[in-house]
């Protein structure tokens, strides 16, 4: 199957997006996620918690 058979997804006004919309949103999300990953190498802190580190130690 080639790409140019997928039905296109509407936009907001019912009308399919063009490649340029859709460039604009994936390009937005890039940026959002590198700059997660840039304040993470930097160590600045994220608002994802980190799961606790299991120290061996039983309580109870």
């Known amino acids: 199957m080639?790409?140019?058979?997928?039905?296109q997804q509407g936009g907001p006004a019912g009308r399919p997006?063009?490649?340029l919309e859709q460039m604009e949103e994936l390009m937005a999300s890039l940026n959002a996620d590198l700059s997660a990953l840039a304040d993470?190498?930097?160590?600045?802190p994220t608002p994802t918690p980190t799961p606790a580190r299991d120290?061996?130690?039983k309580s109870g």
């Open 2 to 7: 080639s790409e140019e058979s997928v039905p």
């Open 17 to 19: 997006k063009g490649l």
């Open 40 to 44: 993470l190498h930097s160590g600045t």
């Open 55 to 57: 120290s061996g130690e």
